[in-house]
């Protein structure tokens, strides 16, 4: 099997782009995008010119969905490339390789997601105190905590830019846990940073919905959150 | 001078947590930020002896299985802390927020290998996803205190040595390409050396074994280096082993092979008591035995499994094999391959964390403390945890100093990144390390492995800091001449107790020598 892969390419932020196409050969219908930019990695490769094509810039780590590290745009949607099957796009015969728009660019697919790790630091997120504990903080807890700080759901939501107020959802679902576990009356700060930079921003356009590639519950987890930080409910009964 | 932490997985986290708890400022380094840190990948559990299945167990159980798990050779001092410390320190994660599986308010525990007692402490199949993420969200609040300083795309690429004594270390950043020096007191946790063995492992590629590589050229004193943990579940995706956690099987799943095609489920046969749940050695032995005799693959059947425990403690497994195998767990059993999952072997450290090198610390999967010659499941995220504040509390003893100034040079440097460097010839050294240290090992083989890395042309530090470590690697597993928990000798089958110790190598940049020390030796390090 092979396919062509439309890559872009872009030493630095300086630096013009352009598109760099490969065709890409592999025998595995289960053989995914992080496993072809690795290969192409060890060297000997030609683009459709025929030009050496030099070490590509991208991030991964575990490869296999869980760390966040190689979401990039494929095909015009962002995804992880170790979750992006090439056989899923046999009947084009290609597939566009793009870094994430919303970041700033590093070099070719790497962008520097920086932001969205301080955006944590400037909601404050964490306990102050020890966790609130009981099954429907617990089941919260763990979808939220799953959140892969990938940037997917930042990259297609239309009211997010860096610099904006509005943090999107990779700030909203990890401020979740914190609204559940913290203790009651101790929860007055994050309740705010939810309101202000998630709540009131977010056009639930849904936009971010089947975006995640961590397949976190958005929904059932905002529902909690909304009642507790924007409606002051006590969905979690805290004693 | 500061204190100056690599790695931000479990171990790095705990440690710079605990510093920063007592009021002391670190710096925090990591190749990437931590929710990246292979730490997040484990899944099936933290081991304590909490005692809340009901089963009667004791600290003193869990330091005896751990013993005797890791064959006897695991410094037993640090053993004893180690689970005299885990009901506490599993209770220390719970309180920050780590959604543990409970039931009436208790931690729940589920049995793991080479362990009697439930014992294992999780949370459903996401458990170090689960305490990354408490644990970054404590780190975090340093942050803003500032009492933890994060360098979190900032590569390890050496110590600072001066005499003997560490004074530091040399950093690269991976976006800007400039490096700077730190100067401080160092602990790394820079994890297992996955990176020797790319493709091949369960665990991260980022953990490149170059850190490793580049501390043991420099002096450092390593152990334990042929002792590679093959777990015996794992599945083949595209890039890597893909882990099927052990959990599988302590919540029912059994192993077979097709023999006269009756399916034989050689574990319950020749181990009726541990069946299936024998430490990992033994399992990935006896499957590549079974292998062997019947010419067919090992399957993992998980049909007996109950719907609820699917749902309530293996969702994330279920939905992960579905998604690489195409077949569903509940309803057909999937092929198994045995698969490199852990590094015992690491750099030397006595009971305190101390290396053999003045002012170097180093804790988690990086060091050789606690495991012996095996690993026990649900151990490793609990001496990365432990160990870390372990460290800490040593290093708080140390006289308080003035924080460093940490200044990137102008110029980019010409280090090549790790991506840059050459993949062929890291995957060269691969295929020389499993030709030689397999799960059946000879003397035969070791030699032919030993004899190929001489014909391999390094071309620059960073390669020749891993030949040096695959040579200490071969060389350790060829000089143990018997047989002891994860390294099989075929030419040597029976554990022999004039080897009832530690191997360390250390190198001077041109030699290796390989020497066996007694395990509980005082000062180990010296
Ligand atoms: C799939 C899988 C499942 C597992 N399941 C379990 C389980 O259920 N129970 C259990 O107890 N254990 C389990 N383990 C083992 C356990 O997760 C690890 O041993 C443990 O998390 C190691 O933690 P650590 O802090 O030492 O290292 P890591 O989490 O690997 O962190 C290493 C850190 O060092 C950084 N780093 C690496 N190289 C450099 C460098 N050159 N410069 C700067 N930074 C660098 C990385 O970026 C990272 O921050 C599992 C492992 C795997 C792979
Ligand atoms: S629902 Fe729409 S506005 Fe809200 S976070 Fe998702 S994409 Fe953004
Ligand atoms: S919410 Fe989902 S898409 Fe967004 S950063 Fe987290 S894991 Fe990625
Ligand atoms: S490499 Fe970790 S999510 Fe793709």
């Excluded at chain 2, 852990?342 to 964390?353: A, D, S, V």
Aim: net charge neutral.
């Amino acid at each position: 099997m092979q396919i062509r892969l439309d890559i872009k390419r872009q030493q630095s932020p300086d630096d013009k782009s352009y598109i760099q196409s490969i065709v890409y050969e592999y025998d595995d219908k289960s053989e995914v995008l992080s496993n072809a930019l690795g290969n192409i990695n060890k060297g000997g490769c030609k683009d459709t010119e025929g030009n050496d094509v030099s070490p590509l810039s991208w991030e991964c780590s575990c490869l296999q969905k869980k760390c966040g590290a190689c979401a990039m745009v494929i095909g015009g949607r962002p995804r992880l490339a170790c979750d992006a099957k090439l056989s899923e796009f046999a009947n084009e015969g290609f597939v566009t390789v793009e870094p994430l728009s919303k970041f700033p660019l590093i070099r070719d697919l790497s962008v520097d997601r920086s932001v969205m790790f301080d955006t944590l630091r400037r909601i404050r997120l964490w306990l102050e105190t020890d966790a609130y504990d009981n099954d429907k903080v617990r089941d919260i807890a763990y979808e939220s905590s799953g959140c892969l700080q990938c940037g997917c759901c930042l990259e297609v939501c239309p009211n997010f830019y860096v610099g904006g107020r509005f943090y999107g959802m990779a700030a909203g679902l990890p401020m979740s846990k914190i609204i559940a576990q913290s203790q009651k009356g101790n929860d007055k700060d994050i309740r705010q940073q939810y309101k202000k930079h998630f709540y009131s921003g977010c056009g639930k356009s849904l936009a971010c919905r089947n975006i995640c590639p961590a397949g976190l519950d958005a929904d059932r987890v905002m529902a909690s959150s909304n009642a507790a930080a924007v409606w002051k409910r006590n969905v979690y009964k805290k004693k | 001078m500061s204190i100056i932490i690599a790695g931000a997985g479990l171990a790095g986290l705990s440690a710079a947590i605990t510093l920063a708890q007592a009021g002391r400022k670190c710096i925090l380094v990591s190749a990437q930020p931590s929710e990246r840190a292979q730490s997040v990948l484990a899944e099936g559990g933290i081991n304590a002896a909490l005692d809340n299945m009901g089963e009667n167990d004791s600290v003193q159980e869990h330091y005896e299985d751990t013993v005797k798990g890791g064959v006897y050779i695991a410094n037993r001092r640090a053993v004893k802390g180690l689970t005299d410390n885990a009901p506490k320190t599993v209770m220390w994660l719970s309180s920050l927020g780590v959604p543990f599986n409970r039931e009436n308010g208790r931690l729940l525990q589920r049995p793991f290998g080479g362990q009697k007692k439930r014992r294992t402490a999780f949370a459903k199949s996401s458990t170090g996803k689960m305490i990354m993420t408490s644990l970054i969200d404590k780190a975090r609040s340093f942050e803003s205190e500032g009492l933890i300083k994060r360098y979190p795309h900032h590569e390890f690429l050496r110590l600072i040595n001066d005499n003997g004594i560490c004074k530091g270390m040399r950093i690269k950043d991976r976006i800007s390409g400039k490096c700077a020096s730190m100067y401080g007191t160092v602990l790394l946790a820079c994890g297992g050396m996955n990176g020797m063995f790319p493709g091949h492992t369960t665990g991260t590629v980022h953990n490149t074994g170059d850190a490793a590589a580049a501390v043991f050229m420099q002096g450092a004193a390593f152990s334990s280096l042929e002792m590679i943990q093959y777990h015996p579940t794992t599945i083949g995706i595209p890039g890597k082993r893909c882990l099927v956690t052990e959990a599988a099987r302590g919540e029912g799943g059994r192993l077979f092979v097709k023999r006269d095609n009756e399916p034989w489920y050689f574990m319950e046969e020749k181990y009726p008591v541990l069946k299936n749940l024998m430490p990992r050695d033994v399992v990935a032995r006896e499957m590549f035995f079974a292998r062997r005799e019947t010419g067919s693959e090992v399957m993992l059947d998980m049909t007996g499994i109950p719907h609820k425990v699917w749902c309530e403690r293996l969702p994330d497994l279920k939905k992960e094999l579905m998604s690489y195998t195409g077949l569903d767990p509940e309803k057909e059993p999937i092929n198994v391959h045995e698969g490199i999952h852990y590094f015992m072997g690491g750099i030397l450290t006595n009971e305190h964390h101390r290396t053999s090198i003045e002012n170097l610390y180093a804790a988690g999967e990086f060091t050789s403390l606690y495991h012996g010659a095996n690993r026990l499941g649900g151990n490793s995220m609990l001496g990365a945890v432990y160990g870390g504040i372990t460290a800490a509390e040593d290093i708080l003893s140390l006289p308080q100093s003035s924080e460093c100034e940490v200044v990137f040079e102008d110029a980019p440097s010409d280090e090549p990144y790790y991506e840059e460097s050459r993949a062929r010839f890291n995957d060269a050294l691969c295929e020389i390390l499993l030709d030689g240290m397999g799960i059946v090992r000879n003397e035969q083989q070791l030699d032919k492995a030993l004899s190929a890395l001489e014909e391999l042309t390094p071309e620059n530090d960073r390669e020749k800091a891993r030949v040096m470590l695959a040579r200490a690697s071969l060389m350790s597993a060829a000089e143990r001449k018997e047989s002891r928990g994860a390294h099989y000798r075929e030419d040597y089958p029976q554990t022999d107790d004039e080897y009832k110790k530690l191997s360390v190598a250390r190198t001077d940049g041109g030699r290796v020598h390989i020497s066996f020390i007694d395990a509980d030796k005082e000062d180990i390090c010296r």
